[in-house]
């Protein structure tokens, strides 16, 4: 969950830009600890980040491999955070792409709307977890940390907007969030996200953050010519030294 200020660029498409990221969804039960679980976290950044990257061709086979590492000061009260990389700075720079560390959930105040289905309960290392499969409708800029857009992706019936779903595994006794998989079906991207999520106390705090998270699938770009660009990969990530960034990602 990172930098959110001075990443750049990608997906989703609209609703009212005024609207966009003030969706504050009441749920009850289960649901409502892990709704308050989110809140209470939403401000909480990594400020360590450890990225391995494999680049592979159509067919699967690994053809460049990458790693770095990003470290995160908050700067005024969390206004703006500094990142600092080690090791190949490609690796972020095309992540970056996809995201700029935040994981995003569908109980966070971005989120405009949702439609969820509830499935059979499944164990998730040793945990007793409901499961929800959740289509969700957000801003195009959420996931990259720049201001709305005004367009949406997702929530569209007639699949207008792409798809963005995310399965969501909760602790059935605390309502933590235990692991998320998301899947985004847009114009030029097709990902899976998968996160596992930790609760941790961060200066007296509980807060419900992911520790790990790997996304794969494929992004293209088109050339001038009838040649397309694409790039499939595995991005495989461990977070860790959470603090809290007053005014950070959709909190603001």
Not at 200 to 227: K, L
Request: glycine letters at 6%; proline letters at 1%.
């Amino acid at each position: 969950m990172m930098l959110r200020k001075a990443l750049t660029i990608l997906l989703l498409a609209s609703l009212v830009v005024t609207s966009v990221f003030a969706s504050d969804t009441y749920e009850s039960g289960t649901l409502y600890w892990t709704n308050s679980f989110i809140d209470d976290s939403d401000e909480y950044v990594a400020t360590e980040r450890e990225l391995s990257l494999e680049v592979k061709d159509a067919q699967g086979n690994v053809i460049d491999s990458l790693s770095s590492s990003a470290y995160y000061s908050i700067r005024n009260y969390g206004n703006m955070i500094e990142r600092s990389l080690a090791g190949d700075t490609q690796a972020f720079a095309f992540i970056d792409q996809i995201y700029d560390g935040y994981v995003l959930t569908p109980f966070n105040d971005a989120v405009c709307s949702y439609d969820k289905t509830q499935l059979e309960n499944v164990t998730v290392d040793g945990t007793d977890c409901l499961v929800y499969e959740i289509e969700v409708a957000v801003d195009e800029g959420v996931f990259t940390g720049v201001s709305p857009t005004g367009r949406l992706i997702g929530g569209d019936r007639d699949d207008e907007n792409g798809d963005l779903v995310m399965t969501v595994y909760i602790n059935s006794e605390t309502g933590a969030v235990v692991r998320q998989i998301m899947t985004l079906d847009v114009t030029g991207k097709q990902l899976t996200q998968t996160a596992d999520f930790i609760t941790a106390e961060v200066d007296g705090v509980t807060v419900n953050v992911p520790s790990s998270v790997v996304t794969e699938g494929v992004v293209r770009s088109a050339t001038a010519s009838q040649i397309t660009n694409a790039v499939y990969f595995t991005a495989s990530e461990t977070f860790s030294s959470y603090q809290l960034a007053d005014g950070y990602h959709d909190a603001d």
